[in-house]
Each structure stands twice: as structure tokens, then as C-alpha cells.
């Protein structure tokens, strides 16, 4: 019966092209999982760039290396109002956070300057 034979290949090539689209997606995952170890690969380039730079003051990529300078400042401007908020102090060796009535770091026993 050609009616029948026509039903069971269409029925093969749509399960056929299910295994496709898993193998497609499988493949996809595993391209997706390798570009983020790039990504982790180029971070930690980035970080020894950066930390050279401020080890020996001077970089090739010196204008990005300023940039993160920049960034991290106003990160600790930020931190700071945060903590004023909070009415704390950082511990100034551990850099644990303490109520500012602390004499002693309870982490580290280093005295704090209040
Ligand atoms: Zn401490």
C-alpha cells in the first residue's frame, strides 16, 4: 500500500529529524559550555594584565587598566556610604565589618582606630 508506505517514511524522517534536533542542541550546549571557558581564560589574562599594571605602574593596556582604577574606586566610595549607613566600620586588617563602637576586630584581634 503506497498510502502506508508514504505514512511510515514520513513517520521515520520526523523521528530522524527529533534526534537531529536533540544532537543539534547537545552540540550547541557543549559549544556554549567551551566558549565560557574562553571567557574564564580571557578574565584571568585580564586580571594578570591588571595586576601587573599595578605592580610596575606602567602597561600596554594602560588606559583600560586606568579605567578598572577608576571603577574600583568608586566602588569603595559606594562601600563606604553603605557602611556609613550601616553605622560600621571595616576592620582595617581582615577588612571584616564591625560596629563602630568595636575596640578589638573579633576576627582578627587588631585594634581598631575609631
Ligand atoms: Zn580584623
Known amino acids: 500500500m503506497a498510502f502506508l508506505d ?3 517514511r514520513i513517520g521515520k524522517n520526523i ?3 527529533g534526534k537531529d534536533v536533540l544532537e543539534i542542541t547537545k552540540l550547541n550546549t557543549q559549544i556554549a559550555s567551551e566558549k ?3 571567557k574564564d581564560l580571557y578574565e584571568k589574562i585580564g586580571e594578570q594584565v591588571y595586576n ?3 605592580s610596575s605602574g606602567s602597561s600596554e ?3 583600560l587598566c586606568v579605567q578598572i582604577q577608576e571603577i574600583e574606586n568608586k566602588i569603595k566610595e559606594l562601600t563606604d556610604k553603605v557602611l556609613e549607613l550601616k553605622n560600621a566600620v571595616k576592620c582595617s586588617n581582615c577588612g571584616a565589618e564591625l ?3 568595636t575596640i578589638y ?3 582578627c ?3 581598631v582606630a575609631n
Open 15 to 17: 523521528a530522524e529529524k
Open 36 to 38: 565560557d571557558k574562553i
Open 52 to 54: 601587573s599594571y599595578l
Open 61 to 63: 593596556y594602560e588606559d
Open 6 to 8: 508514504d505514512v511510515r
Open 109 to 111: 584581634g587588631t585594634k
Open 105 to 107: 576586630c573579633p576576627k
Open 99 to 101: 560596629t563602630k563602637d
